[in-house]
């Protein structure tokens, strides 16, 4: 790899001075699962790599606090899959917990996990021009492109976004504190993503010279929530598809209903339609089922991941039903 200028400041202020203003020079380090792979593979060769490790209090904490929870961007993955702060929303703790294994989720952060680069085999390749490394075309367009977006409409890049978390925070309403020069901002949590077309654009919508630092979820009157998701194999993959539902009880049917789906385009999607398919109806296997394929209508599938669509509908029911507290039948 690359040589570099390490440096492990001990605050967020102190680490703001030590970030560029164009992407690629400096990079920041938090787990290191994912920035540490990416330098060794040479994608990534920042003149400069610096470490938030070195940063305590709530950063590295969970607190609930007043409405909310509050997750400190340095938390780690295996902590929010255990939380008893967190217990009331176990679409993100259940998330959580299927991560990787047990080495990567004690590693990895909230904060790595939701800034974390694509997973592309073509970006990954230090070989390959693809569109987020200065090139002129998406080479899984016309390539091996099995584990790629399905709702592509308008995207240049067909990446998936590769975060496990962004999709239950999302359906919980969460809410994303980012720190840079100009002060401290409050974002949605849908907001933070974007889909990036070139070298100078991120997966996120952070500037190279800000740092996330905490999420905060709604925590008064906690929805009834699931996340469910389907994997080649249980443990080192990420999902082929997920989906996260969100929703309100109200008598017997739901209120509020937020639907989210992972790993199936460039950014964290929220269903609009799967959540209408559910609004004021009480939650059953058929009205989960009319969800599923809410959700899937519209996908646009490429030429060797036509799989996914069958598997939106599926986690989408599977995730509503949870949500509701129906029996997961499909373990047997």
């Known amino acids: 790899m690359k040589n570099f200028t390490y ?3 001990a605050t967020v202020a102190a680490a703001l001075p030590l970030l560029d203003a164009e992407w690629g020079k400096t990079e920041l380090l938090a787990g290191g699962t994912d920035l540490l792979d990416r330098q060794k593979e040479y994608v990534s060769q920042p003149d400069k790599v610096v470490s938030l490790t070195g940063i305590g209090g709530a950063f590295k904490q969970i607190a609930a606090a007043g409405d909310a929870v509050t997750i400190g961007a340095g938390v780690k993955l295996a902590d929010i899959a255990e939380s008893k702060e967190l217990a009331a929303f176990p679409a993100l ?11 990567i989720r004690n590693m990895g952060t909230l904060g790595g996990s939701l800034c974390q680069r694509n997973r592309c085999w073509y970006f990954r390749d230090e070989h390959v021009p693809c569109l987020l490394k200065g090139g002129k075309k998406c080479f899984a367009l016309d390539g091996e492109n099995e584990y790629h977006a399905v709702f592509t409409q308008g995207h240049p890049c067909v990446i998936v976004h590769p975060s496990t978390l962004a999709p239950p925070l999302i359906a919980l309403g969460a809410t994303a504190e980012v720190v840079g020069p100009k ?8 907001k933070l993503f974007q889909a990036p077309a070139k070298e100078t654009q991120r997966e996120h919508t952070l500037a190279p010279n800000e740092v ?3 999420v905060k979820i709604p925590a008064k009157e906690p929805p009834r929530n699931a996340s469910y998701e389907v994997k080649q194999r249980e443990t080192s993959e990420w999902p082929l598809v997920q989906a996260a ?23 964290p999607l929220v269903s609009e339609a799967a959540a209408k398919a559910l609004e004021g109806k009480e939650v ?8 599923g394929e809410a959700a899937a209508a519209g996908a646009k599938p490429l030429s060797g991941n036509g799989y996914k669509v069958a598997l939106v509908k599926t986690v989408v029911k599977r995730a509503a039903l949870l949500a509701a507290g129906a029996r997961p039948y499909w373990e047997g």
Do not use: C, N, S
């Open 93 to 103: 703790t259940g998330a959580a917990g299927e991560i990787a294994g047990p080495q």
């Open 212 to 214: 996330l630092v905490a």
């Open 183 to 190: 002060g401290t901002r409050t974002v949605p949590l849908e």
């Open 284 to 291: 059953t296997d058929a009205t989960a089922t009319a969800a």
């Open 7 to 9: 440096h492990r400041p």
């Open 245 to 267: 539902v969100a929703f309100r009880p109200f008598v017997k049917v739901a209120r509020d209903v937020r639907v989210v789906l992972g790993h199936v385009a460039p950014t």
